[in-house]
Nanobody, 124 residues
């Protein structure tokens, strides 16, 4: 079992930056691929980024490529999402997720554990 807690969300103006954190507890964090997803009301949860266990491989949705960076610190059991050049369309609840597999996935149904989410609001 893995418990995930996100933090770092908030209100920011367009063009600004935020860094989300996701702290994990429970089973060995380094065994998991970690992902970030986001969701707005009435829409499906959308893939944002994922990172393999050692941080060597990352993958991003086209909508955030070049603006967002996913990273992890296995000594702190934490995964991060650095979000720069934020746009109003980035407004959503952001979730981190853990997948007990060696490779990542953009499909939310491939993830085993989820955090409660953190709200990010970007004003224009």
């Amino acid at each position: 079992q893995v418990q995930l807690v996100e933090s770092g969300g908030g209100l920011v103006q367009a063009g600004g930056s935020l860094r989300l954190s996701c702290a994990a507890s429970g089973a060995a964090f380094s065994r998991y691929v970690m992902g970030w997803f986001r969701q707005t009301p009435g829409k499906e949860r959308e893939f944002v980024a994922h990172i393999r266990w050692n941080g060597a491989v990352t993958y991003y949705a086209d909508s955030v490529k070049g603006r967002f960076t996913i990273s992890r610190d296995n000594t702190k059991n934490t995964v991060y999402l650095q979000m720069n050049s934020l746009k109003p369309e980035d407004t959503a609840v952001y979730y981190c997720a853990a997948r007990q597999y060696y490779s990542g996935s953009y499909n939310q149904h491939d993830y085993d554990y989820w955090g409660q989410g953190t709200q990010v609001t970007v004003s224009s």
